[in-house]
């Protein structure tokens, strides 16, 4: 992940339509055969929160709107 491709990101979903998008850690790269994603910076280091602050200057600047859900896996909408 670099600021150059959250930048094309947010563009490409700013074109297509999007509002603004959720930012969670759902685990999905084990799902159906898919390979796992490289590891990222460590959440919350220096230099995940330049990426974070990066993400939400563009996302201003496109008018979108970021939310950041701080929870793992599959458990959005589980019963607790």
Not at 12 to 21: H, I, R, S
């Amino acid at each position: 992940m670099t600021k150059a491709s959250i930048t094309n990101d947010l563009e490409e979903m700013k074109a297509k339509g999007f509002g603004g998008a959720v930012i969670f850690d759902a685990g999905g790269a084990s799902q159906d055969g898919n390979a796992n994603v490289p590891a990222g910076p460590a959440f919350f280091s220096t230099e995940w929160r330049e990426l974070y602050k990066h993400t939400l200057r563009e996302a201003n600047r496109l008018g979108l709107e970021m939310s950041l859900n701080i929870q793992s896996g599959w458990n959005l909408g589980g019963r607790w």
